[in-house]
């Protein structure tokens, strides 16, 4: 993977902790929960109580049993033992129900945050340039964000509200140990307690890179899954499935491996762990009897150290689960992180203006642009269109038609020389308002799962249902929406696979009419479509043209004979250039293109 490519840290973000911690903070600083923050309060309050409870109601319950076995000074009314009794059972209750309220309050606020982080990334994904989403699979950057966005839950459940109170308990025990009972206890409780824990961290570190194998392999095998159910035309049209399940096998068995080895090391994980918190608390209860046997030490005293050390090891039960889990939210925050902190390759200016009633007026001056992966993009082009003027762009593929277009709307900047809009470079104007002015009609029309007036009013989603359906009749599309049984909702399915070619085609057209652009732009909008069809969707192009500037690729000839200028090009230069009726009087490039697919056509029909 080459620098470029990483340079979001997607793939190469190595989690670092304290990081995390912070960008936690940072995100619960946020003004947009600040309404949380007296919650977040009380959280911490309730947290720490049930820290001192769990500490604090073993020792009274300890000195309750004492009071009923009778090893207390002087004799104590049943009563007032099992009331005392009564009393740190109470308190032991409390320490429990606590962290469920507390849990009860903080749910709000954590999916909050959640939901926060989420929109931050999808919004900041949306900015990036094109050439990031050229180079990421969607289904993997999905992932990215959900798994992100789920961390922040983990790290501030495990760290805030198990990790830290039980480093609390652990200070509390420590103290009341020694200073109720014997101070060699406290000592032996906390070489117990730090031994586990660096052996969780050394075991968990080597299980963390585990899990980062896993997740890899997890994220290709959802990846090669989304990419085969949404190619699935393309899959069955190469008879491809078996194929495809044999892909979709091997990730599957890749992601199996990796997933057993994660497994098997977090069983040897938990026999470690169990043989040090039974160590430690043999050696406790071992002093304690050597106490007891010595007069130091009283029957309910036993009771409380041991129920002192059973509060501290019931959390450390999962302190490898649950340091795998920060640790691995750790990374994933930091792959969301270095998604948030991508820059895009196309961006606004500080003093970026906004392009306001634009009259539609193009230029190219000496542009020359290269992609990364080709060796030949576009060199010394220069053309002017004036508003309400149409410019058409011939040649082979690859000849850099389409590239011109997408300079146009700036989804790349140019090497060199300036794309001019109403004079303002592109690169002066703010992209929302340079796009705003433009419409575009590309050879394949992506439509959203969503109705048929869905797809029109994306352009203008403020727009009425009079303008709409205007829009819709303008685009020869009206005759079409009102024979369906639902109409206009009528939904068109997965990128409008329930509909034509032609019909998708009128679809998008009549979305560029109701944006109203002062700019149209067509990339091979009829080069899809069969000819009948291509008659009836370039009358509803030259519909959507009229008035408007029109900037088209063209791979049918046919389609730009009444262009005011055509633009021939080949690799990436302008070799040609001027009206249908020059171009065929100079007997050069064009006019042996056009004699070609004359010569095709005449053959397609002798055959039909």
Known sequence: MSARDDTDQIESADGGLGGS????????????????????GIAIVLTLGAAVLEVVSPIILGDAINKVAG???????????????????????????????????????????????????????QSLSLGFHQTRRS???????????????????????????????????????????DYRLSLIAIGTIIIYVIATVVITEWRVRQRRRMNKADTELRAVSIDTMTNFETVKAFAAEERETGRYDSAMRHYNKRFVEAVRSMYLLNGIQAFIMN???????????????QGTMKVGDLTAVMMVLLSLYAPLNILGFAWREIKQGAVDLEKLHGLLGMKAEVADKPDARVLEHPDGKVEFRDVAFTHDARTVGVQDVSFTVEPGRKIAFVGTSGAGKSTLLKLLFRFYDVDDGAVLVDGHDVRDLTQTSLRRSLGLVPQDVVLFNDTIRWNIAYARPDASMEE???????????????????????????????????????????????????????????????????????DALDEAARGRTTLMVAHRLSTVQNA???????????????????????????AHMWARQVARDQLVAVAE
Request: net charge neutral; charged share 20%.
């Open 21 to 40: 911690i912070v960008r936690i903070l940072k995100l619960l600083w946020r003004p947009e929960l600040a309404k949380w923050r007296p919650v977040m």
């Open 71 to 125: 090893e207390d000074d002087g004799a104590t009314p049943l009563a007032i033992a099992i009331a005392w009794i009564g009393f740190a059972i109470g308190l032991r209750f409390l320490a429990a129900a606590l962290p469920q309220v507390r849990d009860f309050l903080f749910s709000p606020v954590s999916q909050d945050a959640q939901r926060v982080a989420c929109v931050d990334a999808f919004g900041h994904a």
């Open 139 to 181: 289904g993997a950057l999905n992932r990215v964000i959900e798994r992100g966005a789920s961390a922040i839950d983990y790290l501030i459940r495990f760290l805030a509200f198990n990790i830290g109170p039980t480093f609390v308990r652990l200070v509390l025990a420590s103290i009341a140990l020694g200073a109720a009972y």
């Open 279 to 293: 160590a430690g608390l043999l050696a406790v209860l071992a002093l304690s009897a050597w106490n007891y046997s």
């Open 468 to 538: 709409v359906r205007d829009a819709a009749r303008r685009a020869q599309l009206l005759p079409f929406i009102e024979a369906l049984p639902d109409g206009w909702e009528t939904r068109v399915g997965e990128r409008g696979l329930k509909l034509s070619g032609g019909e998708k085609q009128r679809v998008g057209i009549a979305r560029v009419i109701l944006a109203n652009p002062a700019i149209l732009v067509l990339d091979e909008a009829t080069s899809a479509l069969d000819s009948a069809t291509e008659a009836a969707v370039q």
């Open 564 to 590: 005011d200028e055509i633009i021939v090009l080949e690799e990436g230069r302008i070799v040609e250039r001027g009206t249908h009726a020059t171009l065929l009087a100079k007997d050069g490039a064009y």
